[in-house]
């Protein structure tokens, strides 16, 4: 638990009529007013360039929130309630006298107060300048930051440094909207609240991990910024390793920012670095082309941006993780745009029993996997091996049977919220668990950064796959060179 405070007095949204406002962020804090958790006084300062007052950017909030809200989360009083908390001030984060405008704004800018800044990251520098200049970044103030942080390892030094010559580490809150999801936390349920998967949770007991996150959406007027970035950064640099960490990381001793943190950065410092040797061996990037998804026509990528283009909008890793634990356990990560199907999930996959009583019996045994689908569907599911009824007069039959905990149904009245709901309200209330440290950022871009290294070492250029399908070709031979078949149904 967050040690006890005064209730916030401010929350400052920085980018507050961008995309992310519209759909998450407002959306995330209505929802928490709605439930009372958000300080009874609390004022909502947002901010950004356009030229909104207080009402204008309240008819602004309303209408993202009749768009993004779901119908049965829309109570017109609440929602009246709810953006009577919200004023406005039009700043250009490169005038620093704006800064002075927003302090007077906020009225007494000594109380305590979170920043959220999802703004392009070339503002962050000039942001939090300004900030400093106009007091606002005195003992009593958070900062919460919004990916990307940087597009490698030097540029997210350079912002974090300058983060870090205002605020301390401590008041530091880098999001990754994935630590914010219900199912991400409950693979530490699964593995740190229950007993018996910690014996066979290494080397001896795992034979492959793989994690998936497969989306059917293309750019999305996201142009700008996703051709830049490709799905290595957009996606594994932190999302997919974190999931790895959470996966892969040794137990923490309390359920705090510190310990977890300090395992998940051991995970990282840990990742094999992939040399240009080997990169063409243990990655493959994949481009969408034309094709179908869920029955649509879609176009290719490089005709969606307009240009041709080598930036990756799949890619597949075969990663290694050089501890006592994990030596040999070989994980797959893989993600792209336009796939099959929408899904993220991550499985495990035990291994072989090591001698088979029923082989000579006629009887096949599959190995155990543990499957945690984190969406669209949230569940665990464990697969284990059953007889099928019969006399099995010509042979055993054994059979592969799902052992079944659907989150959706056994939780079936809790609400599902929105990542960021649970991520503002740590911001809010100054609980640092779920994000990201410096450490971690660092380590991560590291390790992603030897990848591109490795790529134009190699000239490597993502091979077209159709969309509506897994990915390149070359993404199923990444996993069939070790024997290893994607789970893919
Ligand atoms: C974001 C990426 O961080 O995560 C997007 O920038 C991606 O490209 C999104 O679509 C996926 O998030 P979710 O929660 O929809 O799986």
Known sequence: MPEARQPLDHL?????????????????????????LLPADMAITGTARTDYDDNSYRAFAKKALDQFLPDDRKDKDKIATF?????????????????????????????????FLSTAPSLFEPTIRGLDSAGLAHGMVRIGLEKPLGYDLASSREINDAVARVFPEDRIFRIDHYLGKETVQNILALRFGNSFFEPVWNAQGIDNVQITIAETVGLEERAGYYDGAGALRDMVTNHMLQLLALIAMEPPARFDGTAIRDEKSKVFRSLRTITPEQVSQVTVTGQ????AVGGAVVKAY?????????TETF?????????????????????GKRMAVRRSEIAIQFRRVPHSMFAGRG???????????????????????????????????????PLNLSMDAEFAGARRRIAYERLLLDLIEGDQTLFVRRDEVEAQWAWTDAIR???????????????????????????????VTWQDD
Do not use: C
């Open 302 to 310: 490089a005709e969606e941006l307009g240009k041709p283009s080598a």
């Open 83 to 115: 953006l009577k908390r919200l004023r406005y001030q039009s700043l250009d984060a490169n005038d620093l006298a704006g800064f002075k405008v927003l302090a007077d704004k906020i009225g007494d800018a000594s109380k305590e107060l979170a920043i």
């Open 363 to 401: 009887g096949l045994l599959q190995p155990n996997k543990l499957i945690i689908r984190l969406q669209p569907e949230e569940y665990i599911q464990m697969l284990v091996m059953a007889k099928a009824p019969g006399l099995d007069r010509d042979g055993i039959h054994l059979r592969e049977v």
């Open 315 to 335: 890619i597949a890793i075969k990663a290694n993780i050089d501890n006592w634990r994990w030596q040999g356990v070989p994980f797959y990560i893989r993600t």
């Open 288 to 291: 969408y082309g034309a094709g």
């Open 453 to 483: 290294a490795g790529w134009a070492a190699n000239d490597m250029k993502p091979k077209s796959y159709p969309s509506g399908t897994w990915g390149p070709s070359a993404a199923i031979a990444l996993t069939e060179r070790d024997g």
């Open 12 to 36: 400052l949204l920085f980018g507050a009529t961008g995309d992310l406002a519209q759909r998450m962020l407002l959306p995330s804090l209505y929802g928490l007013d709605e439930d009372g």
